[in-house]
């Protein structure tokens, strides 16, 4: 059974950084897409970012490309999504997804985590 739990979320003042981590357990994941989304408020849950757990390969939204950075380190099966120069409008609940391969909806993802808030004051 695949599991995935995020952690690193918090409150931080525009202009800051954090680093959320999703461990992933119960699966060999070299054939996987690992993803992440954002939930504001009574909004969708909108696709941030993606990365291929094999070759590294990765994908963004417009509106995080040079703030954002994903990465995966395959020996502790964590995938992390490092965020800079956070702005108000990041603030959300981030989920952590894997699926067979990358897409850019959440349909795409067979298996999420519970999510990890993050609050960016201004």
């Known amino acids: 059974q695949v599991q995935l739990v995020e952690s690193g979320g918090g409150l931080v003042q525009a202009g800051g950084s954090l680093r959320l981590s999703c461990a992933a357990s119960?699966?060999?994941?070299?054939?996987?897409?690992m993803g992440w989304f954002r939930q504001a408020p009574g909004k969708e849950r909108d696709f941030v970012s993606a990365?291929?757990?094999?070759?590294?390969?990765?994908y963004y939204t417009d509106s995080v490309k040079d703030r954002f950075t994903i990465s995966r380190d395959t020996g502790k099966n964590t995938v992390y999504l490092q965020m800079n120069s956070l702005k108000p409008e990041d603030t959300a609940v981030y989920y952590c997804?894997?699926?067979?391969?990358?897409?850019?909806?959440?349909?795409?993802?067979?298996?999420w985590g519970q999510g990890t808030q993050v609050i960016v004051s201004s």
């Open positions: 990365i291929t757990w094999s070759a590294g390969q990765t």
């Open positions: 997804a894997a699926g067979r391969g990358i897409d850019f909806s959440r349909v795409g993802y067979d298996y």
């Open positions: 119960g699966s060999t994941f070299s054939s996987y897409g």
